[in-house]
Structure formats: structure tokens, C-alpha cells
Nanobody, 114 residues
């Protein structure tokens, strides 16, 4: 059974870089056919796809976030990471790691505040 676990700081100051890690168990990010994505949900708003990484390591980003977003992977640890730079309070959200849009981690709350 595949499991995704997000981790990272719950509080980030404005203008800093948000860094999250998704640890995957039960599947391999280097052999899986699925896209590994980051999706977030700000309070009171809908889900927003931020970007993803695929089998060959190629990455794809939402145009609205592309200039601030970086998704990478650590194949030795079977992890997918997210970095979002120059954060503002509008980046406050629950951040989810998702496999193929069908399997979701539990999500992690990130608050941007000074």
C-alpha cells in the first residue's frame, strides 16, 4: 500500500523559502508511471495544483507559480521535495503530496507569518 508523508516547518516568515519533503513508501518514484505532484489548499479556497515531477525527472509547474516553485527528487531516499520562494501570507495553506491525483498524503499546514 503506497503512503505519502509530508514534512517540513509549519511556520515560515514572509520573503523566505518554504521547503517541504514528501517521503514515499510502497512505491518507487524512479520506476512509477505516476506523476508526483504538490497541491495546496488555502483556507476557505479550493485546491491548487502547483507542479509535478515525472518518471524521467522532468518537472512541470503551474504558470502562476512557476517563477517561485521548484520540485525535485532524492532517489536514494525515495522523496519528492517542494521549494516555494518569496512567500507571502497568501501562501498559507495545507500542502499535499499526491501520486497521480488519486493517492494523497495527509497534508501539512504551512502558515506564512512574521
Amino acid at each position: 500500500q503506497v503512503q505519502l508523508q509530508e514534512s517540513g516547518p509549519g511556520l515560515v516568515k514572509p520573503s523566505q523559502t518554504l521547503s517541504l519533503t514528501c517521503t514515499v513508501s510502497g512505491d518507487s518514484i524512479t520506476t512509477s508511471i505516476w506523476t508526483w505532484s504538490w497541491i495546496r489548499q488555502p483556507p476557505g479556497k479550493g485546491l491548487e495544483w502547483m507542479g509535478g515531477i515525472v518518471l524521467d525527472g522532468s518537472t512541470y509547474y503551474s504558470p502562476s507559480l512557476e517563477s517561485r516553485t521548484s520540485i525535485s527528487r532524492d532517489t536514494s531516499k525515495n522523496q519528492v521535495s517542494l521549494q516555494l520562494s518569496s512567500v507571502t501570507p497568501e501562501d498559507t495553506a495545507v500542502y499535499y503530496c499526491v501520486r497521480g491525483f488519486a493517492t494523497w498524503g495527509q497534508g501539512t499546514q504551512v502558515t506564512v507569518s512574521s
